[in-house]
């Protein structure tokens, strides 16, 4: 578990930060560039949820505590020598999303056209959370170019852009209130 005594270590005032394995990296740093954006998604659930019924706010609710363990695994390079085991994300937290998202798509009509962002506050957040995911997930599968990365990391990032598209048309309606984009309509 995790106990946070201070909040500011001054540790970072000259532009870096440590890793999971203590490693200090600047805070530009790829690997720090993709759980920062992780963290992003994160917050923009947490809006989204505001907007949620109890349903839909329990199962975002396990996708950002998921979140904070794909960052964990994120922040700690995958290393032989670690002093301690690190939190990795697993192939059952893909299958859960995978599973929400046939359940949740089964009660949704099939799309004639691309969805718009919006609808309702929770599906619009929730369009906002996949663009971030999106973004999360090309960091990420650049970082593992250079680093070993774990599949179920960036299968979990694949799968959740895919999970809060779905999530939206579900929430908005089971996809009565999607806002479906209209090809040439303004010219």
């Given at each position: 578990m995790v106990r946070l005594t201070r909040i500011y270590t001054r540790g970072g005032d000259r532009g870096e930060?440590?890793?999971?394995?203590?490693?200090?990296?600047?805070?530009?740093?790829?690997r720090?560039?993709?759980?920062?954006?992780?963290?992003?998604?994160n917050a923009v659930i947490g809006i989204a949820r505001l907007h949620a019924d109890p349903e839909a706010d329990a199962m975002l609710a396990r996708i950002q505590n998921d979140l904070f363990d794909l960052g964990a695994d994120l922040c700690t390079p995958e290393r032989d020598n670690l002093a301690?085991?690190?939190?990795?994300?697993?192939?059952?937290?893909?299958?859960?999303l995978e599973r929400e998202i046939d359940a949740m798509n089964a009660e949704l009509a099939p799309l004639d056209s691309f969805v718009l962002p919006g609808g309702s506050a929770a599906a619009a957040h929730l369009h906002l959370a996949r663009t971030v995911v999106r973004r999360a997930e090309r960091l990420t599968t650049e970082l593992a170019l250079r680093?070993?990365?774990?599949?179920?990391?960036?299968?979990?990032l694949n799968r959740l852009s895919d999970h809060l598209f779905?999530?939206?048309?579900?929430?908005?309606?089971?996809?009565?209130?999607?806002?479906?984009?209209?090809?040439?309509?303004?010219?």
């Amino acid at each position: 578990m995790v106990r946070l005594t201070r909040i500011y270590t001054r540790g970072g005032d000259r532009g870096e930060t440590s890793l999971g394995d203590g490693t200090r990296v600047p805070k530009h740093d790829l690997r720090v560039e993709a759980y920062g954006t992780v963290d992003e998604a994160n917050a923009v659930i947490g809006i989204a949820r505001l907007h949620a019924d109890p349903e839909a706010d329990a199962m975002l609710a396990r996708i950002q505590n998921d979140l904070f363990d794909l960052g964990a695994d994120l922040c700690t390079p995958e290393r032989d020598n670690l002093a301690y085991e690190p939190l990795r994300m697993t192939e059952a937290q893909v299958d859960r999303l995978e599973r929400e998202i046939d359940a949740m798509n089964a009660e949704l009509a099939p799309l004639d056209s691309f969805v718009l962002p919006g609808g309702s506050a929770a599906a619009a957040h929730l369009h906002l959370a996949r663009t971030v995911v999106r973004r999360a997930e090309r960091l990420t599968t650049e970082l593992a170019l250079r680093e070993p990365v774990g599949a179920p990391a960036v299968k979990y990032l694949n799968r959740l852009s895919d999970h809060l598209f779905v999530a939206s048309r579900w929430i908005n309606g089971r996809g009565a209130g999607d806002v479906l984009w209209v090809p040439g309509a303004n010219r």
